[in-house]
């Protein structure tokens, strides 16, 4: 794997993060928007 595509991987698992916080915050439309986007 290339230095590149770890990052992108890295940035997807935050951006999934995110998602699942605000959706346990009762955020679904953002955490949906979050999920898309990762």
């Known amino acids: 794997m290339t230095p590149e595509q770890q990052r992108l991987l890295e940035k997807a ?3 999934l993060q995110a998602a699942r916080a ?17």
């Open 13 to 15: 698992d935050r951006t």
């Open 22 to 38: 605000l959706s346990d915050g009762g955020f679904f439309d953002s955490a949906a928007s979050r999920a898309y986007y990762a």
